[in-house]
């Protein structure tokens, strides 16, 4: 039998930026525990039956699997989203789209289409954070619609909806006061793709043509034609895309065309 800190000591054999951490919260998801319920029993011992499962999970992890796929969670926004290998990971550079959805001067009754929602991340931090607003998601994949679905369901039943297809198209003849996307926006042939926990996420959420753009293109040509007069647009992309997103959107007729960086001070979010 082996102690909370013993487990723990595992992570050792992680190859990741994050090993201790991955540990305590692989060993918490195997527990059903907070992570403060570790500092608090280090010298207890663990069941031989939870120890078991909690060394499966950690051997998926030292070949690469993300923790979010191992616990099958991931926390977005003030949201605890269901996450498979069918959606992007959620990431905390998307949380400064929300703020700044959060801060622009909208009717009450918004209306608001999140393009691509994968897990539902955005479109359910919005619903959550405003429960007047009138939010749509849309995702090409079934099989993301269907985690969108599930979270949807868990965390504000009715207030989502929901629509299977590719950016706009399932939107004809509809305008919006806000329309937001996180689209895939890596470069088709970076390195990145190959390494790391990107690995097990979708590729098509991820990878979008030989310079990243042809997604984030695609949306802030169509925009205009689905946004109400004085309505936004806000789209996330790559570190080094600012001044081509930029272009876009001042090509596609957007005013007021401004950048915001992430947490990492990376310019990430673009709006007009
Ligand atoms: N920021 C993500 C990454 O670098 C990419 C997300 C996306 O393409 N939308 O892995």
């Given at each position: 039998?082996?102690?909370?800190?013993?487990?723990?000591?595992?992570?050792?054999?992680?190859?990741?930026?994050?090993?201790?951490?991955?540990?305590?919260?692989?060993?918490?998801?195997?527990?059903?525990?907070?992570?403060?319920?570790?500092?608090?029993?280090?010298?207890?011992?663990?069941?031989?039956?939870?120890?078991?499962?909690?060394?499966?999970?950690?051997?998926?992890?030292?070949a690469?699997?993300?923790?979010?796929?191992?616990?099958?969670?991931?926390?977005?926004?003030?949201?605890?989203?269901e996450?498979?290998?069918?959606?992007?990971?959620?990431r905390?550079?998307?949380?400064?789209?929300?703020?700044?959805?959060?801060?622009?001067?909208?009717?009450d009754?918004?209306?608001?289409?999140d393009?691509?929602?994968?897990?539902?991340a955005?479109?359910?931090?919005?619903?959550t954070?405003?429960?007047?607003?009138?939010?749509?998601?849309?995702?090409?994949?079934?099989?993301?619609l269907?985690?969108?679905?599930?979270?949807?369901?868990?965390?504000?039943?009715?207030?989502?909806?929901?629509?299977e297809?590719?950016?706009?198209?399932?939107?004809?003849?509809?305008?919006?006061?806000?329309?937001?996307?996180?689209?895939?926006?890596?470069?088709?042939?970076d390195?990145?793709?190959?390494?790391?926990?990107?690995?097990?996420?979708?590729r098509?959420?991820?990878?979008?043509?030989?310079?990243?753009?042809?997604?984030?293109?695609?949306?802030?040509?169509?925009?205009?034609?689905?946004?109400?007069?004085?309505?936004?647009?806000?789209?996330?992309?790559?570190?080094?895309?600012?001044?081509?997103?930029?272009?876009?959107?001042?090509?596609?007729?957007?005013?007021?065309?401004?950048?915001?960086?992430?947490?990492?001070?990376l310019?990430?979010?673009?709006?007009?």
């Open positions: 039998m082996s102690t909370v800190r013993g487990l723990l000591g595992l992570a050792a054999g992680l190859d990741s930026d994050s090993a201790a951490l991955d540990a305590e919260v692989l060993l918490c998801h195997c527990l059903d525990k907070p992570r403060s319920w570790l500092y608090t029993w280090p010298e207890k011992n663990v069941d031989p039956a939870i120890e078991a499962r909690y060394r499966e999970l950690m051997a998926r992890r030292a690469g699997h993300p923790v979010a796929h191992l616990t099958g969670r991931r926390d977005f926004w003030s949201l605890e989203l996450v498979t290998a069918d959606t992007l990971i959620p905390p550079d998307t949380e400064t789209l929300v703020a700044w959805a959060l801060e622009l001067p909208l009717p009754i918004a209306r608001v289409a393009l691509g929602t994968g897990s539902g955005i479109a359910l931090a919005l619903a954070e405003r429960p007047r607003w009138a939010v749509t998601a849309t995702d090409a994949s079934a099989a993301a269907a985690v969108a679905g599930r979270n949807a369901e868990r965390l504000c039943p009715g207030r989502v909806r929901l629509l297809g590719s950016w706009f198209a399932p939107l004809a003849g509809e305008r919006f006061d806000l329309v937001v996307s996180n689209p895939p926006y890596v470069e088709a042939g390195r990145h793709l190959a390494r790391g926990d990107v690995r097990f996420e979708p098509s959420a991820l990878a979008a043509g030989p310079e990243g753009l042809d997604d984030l293109s695609h949306i802030a040509r169509n925009a205009p034609a689905y946004i109400l007069p004085g309505g936004y647009l806000l789209l996330e992309h790559g570190c080094d895309q600012g001044e081509p997103v930029r272009a876009l959107l001042r090509q596609a007729g957007f005013e007021a065309v401004n950048t915001r960086r992430d947490l990492g001070g310019e990430r979010i673009t709006g007009g």
